[in-house]
């Protein structure tokens, strides 16, 4: 939303010519002024656009203000609408704050500044106005940073490809000319430095390959995530000698669409980092399952757990590595949640997913 664009602002009254003086008033801030007559119009307006301001009657036939506002802020997408309320009569202690619980930001008496009236509204309408650019800016950073991970994936794929196919396959070459230089050299020393060589060639193409897996498993292209998730499991064993364990459900666990996958198996690799570097854990569990419409992927451990800060993912609390971790569950509409498991660190995440028929029908045979 720019600085120009209009805002709408909603005036409900049962009386035409109240609604007539409010829109002269306001017609001086240049916003869409709406009118509606009763508290059911009032509500079909709300769900049709997007309201900045309600400005309205307390005293209504049918539904009245204290009434209609509790109706609205019902709805989640009223939760921040501002909503004014006019009274010649409610203007009791109790009335305000029997306003203020049902959803009221303010309130105006009878009869009606002029100036205090364009003033009050006008501070909700930039409010509104500011948050939506907020909002606006937010989204627009969100694309930006999932293209940034989306990107960062494609280029470790480009990567470990480049280092399996182009130096991996150098190395194994220089491998052979050792082992054919061997065949043809008759002094001792000479075979012997060539059988060294051979060696450092072979731990060579050992890190290449294992730089390369880590980078993007082949597995997770050529078979899935299941044996993607498998092999970095037993691999993460061997490095950090933190015992691991892995559960499917339902044993047929269908494949994900490529994105998806890639975006679970990151998450899982994330975690379990987190896990090694902090956790000071010996045991750590993944579990992958779907119920009804939900992938849900959580990663146990038995180490020392985190504080609430960082279990309610507030602002400063989390590093980049967690942060990913939301963004990408986010992507698919998902949620990450951490928790306190008494003892360690409880991961999980929630991903919206629409099983196939087949699949969900030889699950409950």
Same mark, same amino acid.
Request: glycine share 6%; no cysteine; net charge neutral.
């Given at each position: 939303m720019s600085e120009k664009e209009k805002v709408n602002i909603l005036m409900v009254d049962d009386q035409p010519a109240k609604l007539l003086s409010y829109e002269v008033i306001l017609s001086e801030l240049g916003e869409n002024l709406i009118k509606a007559t009763s508290g059911r119009e009032a509500l079909e307006c709300l769900l049709k656009k997007d309201i900045a301001?309600?400005?309205?009657?307390v005293s209504m036939?049918?539904? @009245?203000? /204290?009434?209609?506002?509790? &109706?609205?802020?019902?709805?989640? $997408? /009223?939760?921040r609408t501002a909503i004014i309320f006019i009274s010649a009569v409610h203007m009791t202690d109790i009335d305000r704050i029997k306003g203020y619980q049902r959803g009221a930001v303010d309130y105006i008496s009878v009869p009606v500044v002029p100036e205090l009236l364009r003033a009050k509204v006008s501070l909700f309408v930039e409010l509104h106005r500011k948050t939506r650019q907020l909002e606006i800016l937010n989204d627009e950073l969100r694309k930006l940073s999932w293209?940034?991970?989306?990107?960062?994936d494609e280029e470790r794929r480009r990567i470990a490809r480049e280092l399996h196919d182009?130096?991996?396959?150098?190395l194994v070459a220089t491998k052979i000319l050792i082992h054919r230089f061997l065949r043809q050299s008759s002094g001792l020393?000479? %075979?012997?430095?060539?059988?060294?060589?051979?060696? &450092?060639?072979?731990?060579?193409?050992?890190?290449? $390959?294992?730089?390369?897996?880590?980078?993007?498993?082949?597995?997770? @292209?050529?078979?899935?995530?299941?044996? *993607?998730?498998?092999?970095?499991? @037993?691999? /993460?064993?061997?490095?950090? *000698?933190? %015992?691991?364990? /892995?559960?499917?459900s339902p044993d047929n666990f269908p494949r994900l669409a490529r994105e998806l996958e890639t975006a679970i198996f990151r998450i899982v690799q994330e975690a379990l980092i987190n896990v090694f570097?902090?956790?000071? *854990?010996?045991?750590?569990?993944?579990?992958?399952?779907?119920? $009804?419409?939900?992938?849900?992927?959580?990663?146990?451990?038995?180490?020392?757990g985190i504080?609430?800060?960082?279990?309610?993912?507030q602002p400063g609390s989390i590093g980049i590595g967690i942060e990913g971790m939301r963004q990408r569950a986010r992507e698919f509409g998902g949620e990450l949640r951490l928790a306190s498991a008494n003892p360690g660190t409880l991961v999980e995440v929630v991903i919206p997913y629409s099983v196939p028929v087949s699949h969900e029908a030889a699950a409950i045979a």
């Open positions: 301001v309600v400005l309205m009657d036939p049918e539904i @009245d203000g /204290f009434e209609l506002a509790e &109706m609205i802020r019902q709805h989640p $997408r /009223f939760l293209r940034l991970i989306t990107s960062q182009g130096l991996g396959q150098e020393a000479a %075979k012997q430095s060539a059988n060294e060589a051979s060696e &450092m060639v072979d731990r060579a193409i050992q890190q290449i $390959r294992s730089m390369s897996h880590l980078l993007h498993p082949p597995l997770l @292209d050529e078979v899935g995530l299941l044996s *993607a998730l498998r092999w970095y499991l @037993d691999g /993460f064993t061997q490095r950090s *000698a933190i %015992k691991t364990s /892995f559960q499917v570097r902090h956790s000071q *854990a010996s045991k750590a569990s993944v579990t992958l399952s779907w119920r $009804r419409a939900e992938v849900v992927t959580t990663v146990r451990d038995d180490g020392r504080g609430e800060q960082v279990a309610g993912l």
